[in-house]
């Protein structure tokens, strides 16, 4: 049975937001880590959305893993496929989207002359795509190509200070064109306005003038209805997980899915809750704050981790402590998000990849210890971090499961040394509510305790 949809991610928590609002559509999705070496059991899947590690990572082999992913989602059959990003746009001058979407573009029409029975709109699509990364229900919006976070224009939202990313610019024509070589055009909200067949028609006219990227306006739901229905037959199509909730019903339209009952169902949740947080935005700042307000939680220091393994140990006992005291089921927190100027500080000394790794590793490492040791809700904050621990834990696989807050879903797992399924949130740092870590665990069904 061939699947739906094949989606590629560029990180671990973009990847399970999509997910997740393709489950919220009625499309029963597994999310795999990597491209997969071996066979999958796919029967009763209709979406599967590939996680790759690939935002910030150097633009070759972002666009090698993303062309690896490619080949073997068409292999199952994918009807469709969308490269995924962050709905904030974040990447450099030099790339990673412009460059990847450009290859892909490119695999696509090389071995165009396979689809033998392809549609004119279809060998439209494969010259050019549309990018799409609003996400109107979580803030982001796009008008006369300029992206907003909330009511305040991207690079004034606080993603100018992105320790990877900084976005000091936000209009999104101007920043895909520094990282391509082919033409960016606009799809303009008056013309969406008109309609899905305005949108065809004009989709049509800007790649017969060579545009091979546009730019789409827009500012709610309904702007992201006419976008699915005027390319549900692009062979690839991009953006942020916005668009992944407004496909469903075109491909329901189309006679691709069948309509199915409870596409999010998991089993019942067991073991302790535990959060690890690595990301130093906004949004997860605020969440660290609220939950230490209600709960216990442990600092990570940069500084500290880079002398020595003394604070791991010391994170260690703190969590076993309370993780796996009999009378207690509260959750924990292990952080290293901090304030900008404590981050900058630490990347002066320690530079800013190194800064990062010593975090991602002390985390990555602190979850694999501790879901051997009895862990079973777990949750992750931050895109970096979460790659991570879903590596240090050798996860595979994630069935999707109910949402949690827009853009952040349970998933469940196997992971070795563990019997039950492990329940795993991955958020991305500016997503979720303030109480998102405290609320995270009353949404998760089943039992509290192994």
Not at 178 to 190: M, N
Request: glycine fraction near 10%; aromatic fraction near 4%; hydrophobic fraction near 45%.
């Amino acid at each position: 049975m061939s699947i739906v949809l094949g989606a590629i991610a560029d990180d671990f928590t973009g990847a399970t937001d999509l997910a997740n609002n393709l489950v919220r559509a009625g499309m029963r999705t597994l999310q795999v880590i990597g491209v997969p070496q071996t066979a999958l059991a796919l029967d009763d899947v209709d979406a599967v959305v590939v996680a790759l590690k690939s935002r910030t990572c150097p633009v070759q082999e972002a666009v090698n893993d993303s062309l690896a992913a490619l080949d073997w989602l068409r292999e199952q059959g994918a009807r469709q496929l969308f490269f995924k990003y962050c709905s904030t746009f974040d990447s450099t001058d030099e790339g990673n989207i412009g460059p990847v979407a450009d290859a892909l573009l490119e695999r696509l029409r090389a071995t165009q002359a396979e689809r033998l029975r392809a549609t004119q709109q279809e060998r439209l699509g494969s010259q050019h795509t549309v990018m799409v990364p609003a996400f109107p229900i979580n803030g982001r919006t796009v008008y006369q190509g300029h992206l907003f976070v909330g009511d305040r224009l991207l690079n004034d939202s606080g993603m100018q200070h992105h320790p990877l990313n900084p976005m000091t610019d936000a209009d999104l024509v101007r920043v895909l064109s520094r990282q391509t070589p082919h033409s960016v055009g606009l799809l303009a909200r008056p013309i969406l306005a008109e309609g899905a067949d305005a949108a065809r028609a004009r989709l049509k006219s800007l790649g017969e003038q060579g545009v091979r990227h546009v730019i789409c306006d827009t500012l709610d739901e309904s702007d992201l209805e006419v976008i699915a229905a005027a390319v549900a037959e692009f062979p690839l199509v991009t953006g942020g997980s916005g668009l992944g909730q407004a496909l469903p019903a075109e491909y329901r339209r189309l006679g691709w899915l069948d309509p199915v009952a409870d596409p999010g169902r998991l089993a019942p949740a067991s073991g302790a809750a535990l959060v690890l947080s690595g990301s130093c935005s906004q949004a997860t700042l605020g969440q660290v704050e609220d939950f230490l307000s209600r709960h216990e939680g442990f600092a990570l220091d940069p500084l500290a981790l880079a002398e020595s393994d003394e604070q791991i140990e010391q994170a260690l006992t703190f969590a076993r402590e309370r993780l796996f005291d009999e009378e207690s089921s509260a959750p924990v927190l292990i952080y290293a998000s901090a304030a900008p100027e404590k981050v900058k500080a630490a990347q002066h000394r320690l530079g800013a990849a190194r800064a990062g790794e010593l975090v991602e590793r002390a985390l990555a490492g602190l979850a694999k210890t501790l879901v051997t040791e009895g862990v079973g809700r777990l949750v992750v904050a931050g895109g970096e971090t979460s790659g991570a621990v879903v590596s240090a834990l050798e996860v595979t696989e994630l069935r999707i499961g109910e949402q949690i807050d827009p853009g952040v879903p349970w998933t469940q797992t196997t992971v070795d040394g563990r019997e039950a399924p492990l329940s795993l949130a991955l958020k991305s740092g500016n997503f979720g509510g303030v109480d998102f870590f405290s609320r995270a665990f009353d949404a998760l069904p089943g039992e509290k305790q192994p």
